[in-house]
């Protein structure tokens, strides 16, 4: 369906999904299980999402791959071998297609179509979707799978025309790959993007210029290759793991200690750092249970990490700027190859935007507190309108011709994250209030998928032609997520789960903090409860108990061991 001239459509469909991530791939896939009739428009011409668009210089996951994957499949977990621990993006990308072709899930997605609009119809309870090629289609749902990091943040720089060489974002990377060989580069950033091309780029390029406006927290990740042998036993044990990955309050499964950091002497939590750090990536965050809520606590690995900087980068002064001054994993923690070690090269610079920031771009490089920084081109590693950026570009009109932009004015308010009053039938995959990027994402993409699954399908069973949150419980579950956030050391920084990455955003915590276990309970009540906190409108068996097709595997009890009644009564639940 990619045809450059296809022509424009006008057809009705039982379920009109926004995006073919992950998210979009798996909702289609429950959907036609449920034989619903299904559109899938896509902005990109291919399936894969995030690992369409994210193709700079070295993108990998960070969370190892055995786990970030899908668990619907027991075949699929088995079928497909994973050549690395944190496997790169063409390998995820291959995946990704791999899933679209083995389930058979292209001939439903219009690929290079944007969805500009989508309006609520009150008369026959169905959306009006159109796109920017001229479609007009018609929905019972419209489903939201347009992902929380899929909208580029571009800064505007003073004078950024006047440059003449390139500027890429590396969300939105050149399909053929970027030479920079011989090149003088400038980076603009130093979040997760950043830490992992910089490195890259740093073996291409003449000279790497970096501007570094917060320094960022990365712990090695200690990447390989995965062996016959480690691939053949790891999946001796893929159920169990799965189970117990969706037990754990990111929906990953690591070695977790819940014990307090400063109950332990100085030598054992050196230690325990030392040991967790050989270890590698975000897993490190979890070598004591209070270290996102104690600030005594968090810097004590804070100090840890300055050290292991230190130790790595030879010029003092150049580590001493690499050193962050926030808590350690306030932002999203990142994970990386080399990253230090690069700035031991003689063609790396690092330049401190923090307190004097990017002046304007001149024809030929970036200018710094009067400082001309000569380039050939620039990667703008400035990441995303975290969340709600997707949300934000199409025009969602609801119930009395009320916008989703107006409601959201003040900050995103979704009932669970997966649908808003005042706008029935249209669902959110990982929305705002939904564990999404603090869990590990594509379990947060496949529970949120199950529970809306069996919700069509019992709004079909019974005879329902809308379902819609109910204001008071959408305004409890938003002031639950607010509450929770308060409780973390995380709510205290300027990140994208707050907003703060781009100025004038509402500064609100977006994601739930409370523990994805803590979520996927509370999903189970209101569905076992016959969806309480929703209006199921036009229901001829209203009491009829919804019938568990996919979440029957989201039934899992918390995993105790990590996360005890008595941290969950205290709020204190660990979360990386
Ligand atoms: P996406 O993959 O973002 O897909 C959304 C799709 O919707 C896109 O293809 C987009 O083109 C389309 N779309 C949006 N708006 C429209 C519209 N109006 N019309 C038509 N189409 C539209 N998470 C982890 O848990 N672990 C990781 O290791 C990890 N690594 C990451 C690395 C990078 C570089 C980035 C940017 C994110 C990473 N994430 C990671 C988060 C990642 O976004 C999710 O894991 C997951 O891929 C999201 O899938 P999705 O389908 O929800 O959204
Ligand atoms: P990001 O974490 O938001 O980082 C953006 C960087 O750009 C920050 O250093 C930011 O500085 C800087 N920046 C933004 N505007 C700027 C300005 N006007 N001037 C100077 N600097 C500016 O974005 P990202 O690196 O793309 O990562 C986003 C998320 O995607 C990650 O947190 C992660 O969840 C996911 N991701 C994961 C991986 C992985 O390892 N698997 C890789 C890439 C992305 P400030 O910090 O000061 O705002």
Redesign the pocket.
């Known amino acids: 369906m990619g045809e450059a001239m296809r022509p424009a459509e006008n057809g009705t469909f039982d379920a009109v999904v926004i995006g073919a991530g992950f998210a979009g791939l798996y909702m289609l896939h429950r959907l036609r299980e449920l034989g619903f009739r299904a559109r899938v428009y896509e902005a990109g011409d291919g399936v894969g999402g995030t690992w369409y668009w994210n193709r700079y210089p070295g ?4 969370v190892e791959s055995l786990q970030y994957s899908f668990s619907f499949s027991e075949e699929l977990d088995q079928e497909w071998n994973w050549s690395e621990k944190y496997s790169p993006q063409p390998e995820i990308l291959a995946y990704a297609n791999h899933v679209a072709d083995r389930f058979d899930l292209r001939g439903e997605i219009v690929f290079n179509t944007r969805v500009i609009a989508t309006t609520f119809n009150e008369y026959d309870d169905t959306w009006l979707i159109e796109t920017d090629r001229g479609d007009k289609v018609s929905a019972r749902f419209c489903i939201m799978a347009v992902g929380c ?1 899929s909208a580029p ?1 571009r ?1 505007a720089f003073e004078k950024m025309n006047d440059f003449r060489g390139p500027i890429y974002h ?2 939105e990377w050149p399909h053929d790959g970027v030479d920079f060989t011989g090149l003088r580069v400038g980076v ?7 830490v ?1 091309s910089i490195p890259i780029i740093a073996q291409q390029a003449l000279q790497l210029t970096v ?1 570094q ?2 320094a ?1 927290w990365s712990v090695p990740a200690w990447n390989e290759r995965l062996s016959a042998e480690s691939l053949k036993e790891a999946k001796a044990h893929y159920p169990e793991l799965r189970a117990k990955a969706r037990a754990r309050p990111t929906g990953f499964y690591f070695p977790f200690n819940t014990e307090p950091a400063l109950q332990a002497s100085a030598d054992e939590r050196a230690q325990q750092y030392e040991t967790a750090w050989q270890r590698g990536g975000l897993p490190f965050l979890g070598s004591y249970g209070d270290l996102l809520f104690d600030k005594s606590a968090n810097d004590t690995i804070a100090e840890f990490a300055r050290q292991k900087i230190h130790s790595i980068v030879k010029d003092p002064t150049t580590a001493e700027l690499l050193c962050p001054r926030n808590v350690f994993g306030c ?2 923690l ?2 990386d190859t080399n990253y230090f070690e690069t700035y031991n090269l003689p063609h790396v610079k690092l330049v401190d ?1 923090s307190d004097t ?2 002046e304007r771009f001149i024809r030929d490089g970036i200018v710094v507190g009067g400082t001309e920084y000569i380039v050939d081109a620039v990667v703008s ?4 309108a975290a969340m709600t950026g997707s949300y934000d570009k199409i025009k969602i009109t609801g119930r009395g011709g009320r916008t989703l932009a107006e409601k959201w004015r003040a900050g995103p308010r979704a009932y669970l994250g997966l649908a808003s009053e005042g706008f029935p039938n249209l669902f959110m995959i990982t929305g705002p209030g939904s564990p999404s ?1 603090l869990a590990s994402m594509i379990q947060a993409i496949e529970q949120h998928v199950d529970w809306l699954a069996d919700c069509v399908g019992h709004m079909r069973d019974v005879g329902a032609s809308s379902i819609e949150p109910m204001l008071a419980d959408e305004d409890a579950w938003v002031a639950h997520v607010n509450d929770v956030s308060t409780v973390s050391l995380r709510s205290t920084c ?1 990140s ?1 789960y707050v907003g703060a ?1 781009i100025p004038g955003r509402p500064r609100v915590f977006m994601p739930y903090i409370g523990g994805f276990p803590v979520y996927v309970q509370k999903c189970n009540e209101v569905m076992n409860s016959a969806y309480n906190g929703f209006v199921l409108k036009g229901a001829c068996s209203i009491n009829a108990p919804p019938r568990m097709r996919f979440t029957e595997r989201w039934q899992v009890p918390l995993d105790i061991e990590v996360i005890s009644p008595a941290a969950v009564a205290a709020k204190r639940v660990p979360v990386v």
């Open positions: 993108p990998r996951c960070d990091l943040n800064p590396t969300g603009i950033g130093t979040g997760s993007s950043a992992q501007f406006r917060t960022t932002k999203r990142c994970v935007v920031p990017i590693a400035t990441g995303f990027v300027s994208w990455n």
